[in-house]
């Protein structure tokens, strides 16, 4: 399995806070399966340290860890309108250093701006990846809200954690929804901390194997993520409407 999506960089955001809890986490991870891990720190006002200082820190894991796991490069940047000014500053990374970027939105209001943030990225022939769409309030009511951004090129990454409900019920109700209509083209731990969402991947995957079959939770897990580090495009499935259920009442 291929991770996208988490925060073991130490020192750098709300994530690992030494490099001895980095190599516990990477300890874990190996256990779980993983094989590569794209490293993606918090970019955003309140974090918002250099790539350079970030990519040093990866070195440093690097020559410390012996779990043989392949570390990347990249960022899970908080979306705003110079996203793609600081990408091309070289203050922020895509994933893997190439066209895939990652970015979340606030959690409880869908910024006006989104529209020209995306487009800006899609003008540099860069593929947008929104983290998470599954915990924000009004994607929670609105999944369908999602299908028109994949039309325009928009793809999306799940966390393993909400199919447990970690992130609540509305969360996990909702990640189901979206797995199981073509809205989602990854998956990622968005890991923190010890003993939490590596720890509890055979939960997450028995969970999702039973929603959506072992071939296909293989290609959110590994063949989709292998794609981002090939630097590759790929064919996804068109999503399908999230029909509401209908209530008949009989006298």
Request: include cysteine; hydrophobic fraction near 35%.
């Amino acid at each position: 399995m291929i991770d996208i999506h988490c925060h073991l960089v130490h020192g750098v955001d709300d994530g690992s806070r030494t490099l001895e809890e980095t190599l516990l986490m990477l300890e874990e991870a190996k256990k779980a399966g993983f094989t590569d891990i794209i490293l993606t720190p918090h970019y955003s006002n309140y974090f918002h340290i250099p790539a350079n200082e970030i990519q040093e820190k990866i070195e440093e894991i690097n020559t410390s860890q012996n779990t043989g796991i392949n570390l990347y490069h990249g960022n899970e940047i908080y979306i705003s309108t110079t996203l793609m000014e600081d990408l091309k500053t070289s203050k922020t990374v895509s994933l893997n250093n190439g066209k895939y970027v990652l970015f979340e939105l606030p959690m409880n209001n869908n910024p006006i701006y989104i529209d020209e943030v995306i487009y800006s990225i899609l003008d540099e022939k860069k593929i947008p990846i929104i983290a998470h769409p599954e915990r924000y309030s009004f994607v929670q009511e609105d999944p369908n809200m999602l299908i028109d951004y994949i039309e325009r090129g928009v793809l999306f990454q799940a966390n393993y954690g909400s199919i447990l409900g970690r992130y609540g019920k509305k969360a996990q109700e909702t990640v189901k929804k979206l797995l199981t209509h073509n809205m989602i083209h990854f998956l990622g731990s968005d890991n923190h901390r010890t003993n939490t969402v590596y720890a509890e991947m055979k939960d997450s995957i028995n969970e999702l194997e039973k929603l959506l079959g072992k071939e296909y939770l293989k290609m959110l897990s590994t063949y989709n993520p292998e794609k981002i580090l090939k630097n590759e495009k790929f064919e996804i499935e068109d999503p399908e409407e999230i029909k509401k259920k209908t209530w008949k009442f009989w006298k």
